[in-house]
């Protein structure tokens, strides 16, 4: 699969900020963070889910794995 590269910029984008954070954060925090759109922070965060690169310590709240 090929993702488009705005995508991909994204899901480093969410994954930097969620190493920055220290802590747990919700994908809405990481929206504000970044300064992108809370459904392509969604989109971004299942796909790093799927990765395998973040994972949940607690319902709604992510982290790098």
């Known amino acids: 699969k090929t993702y488009p ?3 991909c910029n994204v899901e480093k984008k969410v994954l930097n900020a969620m190493k920055k954070a220290g802590k747990p954060v ?3 925090e990481v929206a504000k963070m970044i300064g992108e759109d809370s459904k392509q922070v969604s989109k971004a965060i299942n796909e790093l889910k799927k990765q395998g690169k973040i994972v949940s310590p607690k319902r709604c709240f992510w ?3």
């Open 5 to 7: 590269e705005w995508r």
């Open 26 to 28: 919700r994908p809405g």
């Open 63 to 65: 982290e790098p794995a």
